[in-house]
């Protein structure tokens, strides 16, 4: 018995899988059904595609749920029901169209599309029905039909979960083979704790369930908590005192999930999880060759979120722009626009759009098992509200010890997009009931998740780059050679690639691989993709260029290696002997709080992260580098911080212009100072950049930043080898649900909710007295004793002699969500919070450091500054020389622009303000 015990439990998804993944660059498609090995995009094996196409009538229908409910238990006025999967359910085609007209939604599918593909032969013109299929399947001379492109063979989806002893993943219930068809919040919810209590039941195991979160109990320690809470409250309370009970009081708030299978010899997607055998390698399909991933609905996530209170309402920031011709954020992209403008479906308060990710991230450094989830964000939410985890939504998961065929991994995802294009149903508390319909705008990934994702050839393989068709060519590095992209000054951005071009390459490299040529794929595009079939998704302009993977990375760490790094200490543009002057430049550098990591020495720069190369490009690169670096090359490099600088910032069509004649100039002089063989694809993507912003907005929009923290914060929510993808979810629900419980168990301004925001931030900044629009008073307030150099700047502003000489002072200030610190604040030792940008009675742009703030007698608040003279101003330049004056001036509060960040280097004796190209992005 114990043997067979231990055997169950090796029983998973996560076993080693023994046929390890190859190589990326070195993939190719294949349509040999008998090919075990095959690893990329398993519908492209054409007489597979002819059995599914031909299968339950699954062309033309709709999606359909699986699970059939009845109901068998009820207690406690819940009524349970046992969810039963189907294994014969019919499903609908992927539907791949993009372009499909909104006004015609009735229209069949394979007419639809098929006018996008008239530049096939005739003889493949026609689409044959399923009988010919069926009729035809042992002809291995068959031309491809449209039943390879667009098959979507999905059946068999059922809901299974399994236990977990942690509480956190075990929270909301890991039994979903029973569902309880009720709220959260009943009447019992609003009770009080017990008679007289000053809270309801629904808040305090609120309470108790985000204490328990935040500080990783174990189920034990949980229960153990309202064991020692029971003994505290009066006889007759009301509060649970099992971990039974209390996991199943939040047991309905799990996502719907649903789990597709497919087969670990070939990742080729199943279309009935009962066949014995794979319907492409013909591998026997028992436990521990069928694997599969998860998807998590996208309709179930938007509806909770459309159901929380002020949700609607911050949609529409998209409607209250003033200014034309600038790019302030995604929405002013000519992406956005064009789904926008002339009444286009995105003119619609009720109608949203998305940008997606996915990447892969390693669970155990001992082993290969990674996860790679697909992340959406709602573009029409303000930025720093967007990027919250509870307002993403995670769309799908998948796991193992390979990298996912996006063949069999975005099948489902892409017919959810065709859903979700005719509209859903949902219900807003601001707006009621109405239809929304939704797009997919832009995809943003690293490099391998990008080749992935469009089923192109890696970074480093002929016509890599997804914006253009140069295919580049081999330079020799060292003992080997790379492949690199020189540039070309007659055409550096070109031959433009578009969707119609890869549409065309992809057929063309499915023909390829049928016919069984030697490199099937056509300018880089080695077959179809589900991507490029979502509706309204331009597969080219669509995928966005990552700044931190291209430019951080990519461009700014080669960088610093070919400067610094000893085994090119014989080149003529290494400066590796100045290691230790540049360590000491950074040492001495103390950056505002927005900088979450001090400056580290370039010696351990193989530990650097993005954000240290971001700090580094945008705001100590210039200043340390000055004087290291010949001057030809500073200039070069200071081309590319300056680029970076205004596509990261809110930018007129003039300043995007501008950027774009700063990189093709670096990049066209780059072979000369460096070498032809540095220059990759992260070099040859900054011409591509530009057009980026005019696409989709300013750099940060689209970048993979938050996307990254994201990934780490799942990572967090694995904390055991065994049933990662039920930790991940059950901690993911909990999070995106916990607005609404705070919503409907927390009265707001009460102090329980208080408690609550305490319990999730421990450390809050406590504003103090307002004494502005946007101002707050930080700390405590105490009388200052004037200098002579103070109390002569305040007779100078107020125009005459000042009655006192002491004055309420406070050190911090939060205006405009920055925090100003005086240069006196003692607590402040490494980090500089004072430099500010105000202006002067002139509206003249001016630079100083704040030594503290007054509070006068007419209650106008002022800042001591110390000013820093600026002697050649530049409205468009992010880095600027100053000098200090030692000229103290009196600047009223409201005349604080924004904070800038001071760099003092000592050894050269020169001071340089940096301002930040927005303050939405943050580490």
């Known amino acids: 018995m114990d043997k067979q015990h231990k055997k169950k439990r090796r029983r998973g998804p996560y076993r080693k899988n023994t046929l390890e993944a190859e190589d990326e660059s070195e993939l190719t498609l294949s349509v040999d059904s008998s090919d075990a090995n095959l690893k990329e995009?398993?519908?492209?094996?054409?007489?597979?595609?002819?059995?599914?196409?031909?299968?339950?009538?699954?062309?033309?229908?709709?999606?359909?749920?699986?699970?059939?409910?009845?109901?068998?238990?009820?207690?406690?006025?819940?009524?349970?029901?046992?969810?039963?999967?189907?294994?014969?359910?019919?499903?609908?085609?992927?539907?791949?169209s993009g372009k499909i007209d909104e006004e015609d939604n009735n229209k069949d599918e394979f007419d639809e599309i098929a006018e996008q593909f008239q530049d096939i032969p005739p003889d493949n013109e026609s689409v044959k029905s399923e009988a010919s299929l069926d009729d035809d399947d042992d002809d291995d001379d068959d031309d491809i039909t449209l039943e390879v492109l667009l098959d979507d063979p999905f059946i068999g989806r059922k809901v299974e979960e399994e236990e977990q002893d942690d509480f956190?993943?075990?929270?909301?219930?890991?039994?979903?083979?029973?569902?309880?068809?009720?709220?959260?919040?009943?009447?019992?919810?609003?009770?009080?704790?017990?008679?007289?209590?000053?809270?309801?039941?629904?808040?305090?195991?609120?309470?108790?369930?985000?204490?328990?979160?935040?500080?990783?109990?174990?189920?034990?320690?949980?229960?153990?908590?309202?064991?020692?809470?029971?003994?505290?409250?009066?006889?007759?309370?009301?509060?649970?005192?099992?971990?039974?009970?209390?996991?199943?009081?939040?047991?309905?708030?799990?996502?719907?999930?649903?789990?597709?299978?497919?087969?670990?010899?070939?990742?080729?997607?199943?279309?009935?999880?009962?066949?014995?055998?794979?319907?492409?390698?013909?591998?026997?399909?028992?436990?521990?060759?069928?694997?599969?991933?998860?998807?998590?609905?996208?309709?179930?996530?938007?509806?909770?979120?459309?159901?929380?209170?002020?949700?609607?309402?911050?949609?529409?920031?998209?409607?209250?722009?003033?200014?034309?011709?600038?790019?302030?954020?995604?929405?002013?992209?000519?992406?956005?626009?064009?789904?926008?403008?002339?009444?286009g479906p995105l003119s619609s308060p009720d109608n949203l759009s998305f940008v997606l990710n996915t990447d892969g991230a390693p669970v155990f450094r001992s082993s290969k098992v990674s996860i790679w989830p697909v992340f959406l964000v709602i573009n029409e939410l303000p930025f720093k509200i967007r990027m919250k985890k509870e307002n993403m939504i995670l769309a799908a998961l998948w796991f193992g010890n390979e990298k996912?065929?996006?063949?069999?991994?975005?099948?489902?995802?892409?017919?959810?997009?065709?859903?979700?294009?005719?509209?859903?149903?949902?219900?807003?508390?601001?707006?009621?009931?109405?239809?929304?319909?939704?797009?997919?705008?832009?995809?943003?990934?690293?490099?391998?998740?990008?080749?992935?994702?469009?089923?192109?050839?890696?970074?480093?393989?002929?016509?890599?780059?997804?914006?253009?068709?140069?295919?580049?060519?081999?330079?020799?590095?060292?003992?080997?050679?790379?492949?690199?992209?020189?540039?070309?000054?007659?055409?550096?951005?070109?031959?433009?690639?578009?969707?119609?071009?890869?549409?065309?390459?992809?057929?063309?490299?499915?023909?390829?691989?049928?016919?069984?040529?030697?490199n099937p794929s056509v300018c880089g595009v080695k077959g179809p993709s589900w991507i490029s079939y979502f509706p309204h998704f331009d597969c080219v302009q669509g995928i966005a260029i990552d700044y931190m993977h291209g430019v951080l990375l990519g461009v700014q760490k080669l960088l610093l290696t070919l400067w610094f790094s000893p085994k090119h200490k014989n080149r003529d543009f290494s400066i590796s002997e100045k290691s230790d002057q540049l360590n000491n430049r950074l040492e001495n550098i103390h950056p505002t709080l927005d900088i979450t990591r001090l400056p580290r020495p370039i010696t351990d720069i193989k530990y650097w992260k993005a954000s240290e190369y971001r700090s580094f490009l945008l705001y100590y690169g210039g200043p340390v580098m000055y004087g290291l670096l010949d001057e030809t090359r500073f200039q070069h490099y200071m081309h590319l911080v300056n680029a970076i600088h205004i596509l990261l910032g809110h930018s007129s069509v003039f300043d995007v212009n501008k950027a774009e004649n700063m990189l093709m100039s670096f990049c066209e002089n780059f072979e000369s100072l460096y070498s032809r063989s540095f220059m990759t694809l992260n070099v040859h993507q900054l011409v591509h950049m530009a057009e980026?912003?005019?696409?989709?907005?300013?750099?940060?929009?689209?970048?993979?930043?938050?996307?990254?923290?994201?990934?780490?914060?799942?990572?967090?929510?694995?904390?055991?080898?065994?049933?990662?993808?039920?930790?991940?979810?059950?901690?993911?629900?909990?999070?995106?649900?916990?607005?609404?419980?705070?919503?409907?168990?927390?009265?707001?301004?009460?102090?329980?909710?208080?408690?609550?925001?305490?319990?999730?931030?421990?450390?809050?900044?406590?504003?103090g007295e307002k004494i502005g629009e946007n101002a707050y008073v930080l700390g405590g307030i105490r009388q200052r004793q004037l200098s002579e150099d103070e109390y002569d700047a305040l007779c100078r502003f107020t125009g005459n002699a000042y009655v006192m000489d002491s004055l309420p002072s406070?050190?911090?200030?939060?205006?405009?969500?920055?925090?100003?610190?005086?240069?006196?604040?003692?607590?402040?030792?490494?980090?500089?919070?004072?430099?500010?940008?105000?202006?002067?009675?002139?509206?003249?742009?001016?630079?100083?450091?704040?030594?503290?703030?007054?509070?006068?007698?007419?209650?106008?608040?002022?800042?001591?500054?110390?000013?820093?003279?600026?002697?050649?101003?530049?409205?468009?330049?992010?880095?600027?020389?100053?000098?200090?004056?030692?000229?103290?001036?009196v600047v009223p509060v409201n005349k604080i622009r924004t904070l800038c960040m001071l760099i003092n280097i000592k050894d050269e004796n020169q001071m340089y303000v940096c301002k930040f190209p927005n303050r939405l992005e943050c580490d």
């Open 404 to 518: 996912p065929a996006m063949g069999t991994f975005l099948k489902p995802l892409q017919n959810s997009f065709v859903s979700l294009k005719n509209g859903i149903k949902c219900f807003s508390p601001e707006r009621g009931e109405f239809q929304s319909k939704c797009f997919l705008l832009a995809a943003t990934a690293d490099l391998p998740a990008r080749s992935l994702l469009c089923n192109s050839v890696q970074f480093n393989g002929k016509f890599g780059c997804w914006k253009c068709t140069q295919p580049g060519e081999t330079a020799p590095v060292g003992k080997g050679h790379t492949h690199v992209f020189p540039f070309q000054k007659e055409n550096p951005m070109g031959p433009i690639r578009t969707a119609e071009s890869v549409e065309r390459n992809s057929i063309q490299a499915l023909r390829n691989s049928r016919e069984k040529v030697k």
């Open 41 to 96: 995009e398993p519908y492209e094996v054409l007489e597979v595609l002819k059995q599914q196409a031909s299968s339950s009538s699954s062309l033309n229908k709709r999606r359909e749920t699986v699970h059939n409910q009845s109901p068998v238990a009820s207690a406690g006025g819940k009524t349970y029901t046992r969810v039963t999967n189907n294994d014969h359910a019919a499903d609908s085609t992927a539907q791949v």
């Open 810 to 889: 406070f050190m911090r200030l939060e205006k405009d969500n920055c925090l100003i610190y005086g240069i006196e604040y003692a607590r402040m030792t490494k980090r500089d919070n004072s430099a500010i940008i105000f202006t002067a009675k002139s509206n003249d742009v001016n630079f100083g450091r704040v030594r503290c703030f007054l509070k006068l007698v007419e209650n106008i608040p002022v800042a001591l500054v110390e000013e820093l003279n600026c002697a050649s101003y530049n409205d468009t330049s992010n880095l600027l020389s100053v000098k200090q004056s030692h000229i103290v001036t």
């Open 168 to 343: 956190f993943f075990d929270l909301l219930g890991n039994d979903t083979e029973l569902t309880i068809e009720e709220n959260l919040n009943n009447d019992t919810d609003a009770e009080p704790l017990y008679l007289g209590a000053g809270v309801s039941i629904g808040a305090f195991m609120l309470l108790i369930a985000i204490f328990s979160t935040k500080y990783n109990l174990i189920g034990d320690g949980v229960e153990q908590l309202l064991k020692i809470i029971s003994l505290a409250l009066p006889v007759g309370h009301k509060l649970c005192s099992s971990l039974h009970s209390f996991k199943m009081y939040f047991r309905n708030l799990r996502n719907p999930l649903i789990k597709h299978f497919y087969c670990a010899t070939c990742l080729a997607y199943q279309q009935n999880n009962g066949d014995e055998n794979c319907t492409v390698c013909e591998s026997v399909m028992n436990k521990a060759n069928k694997r599969y991933f998860l998807e998590m609905p996208i309709e179930n996530q938007l509806k909770n979120l459309f159901a929380q209170n002020n949700f609607y309402d911050n949609l529409q920031g998209r409607f209250k722009k003033h200014f034309d011709n600038s790019y302030e954020d995604i929405t002013d992209g000519t992406l956005y626009r064009n789904l926008f403008n002339n009444n």
């Open 692 to 767: 980026g912003v005019r696409c989709l907005g300013p750099l940060y929009t689209h970048s993979c930043f938050p996307f990254e923290d994201k990934n780490g914060f799942i990572l967090k929510l694995i904390r055991g080898t065994q049933n990662i993808d039920n930790q991940i979810i059950t901690g993911i629900s909990f999070v995106q649900k916990l607005p609404e419980l705070k919503q409907n168990c927390l009265a707001k301004g009460s102090a329980v909710e208080r408690l609550c925001h305490s319990i999730e931030n421990p450390h809050p900044i406590q504003r």
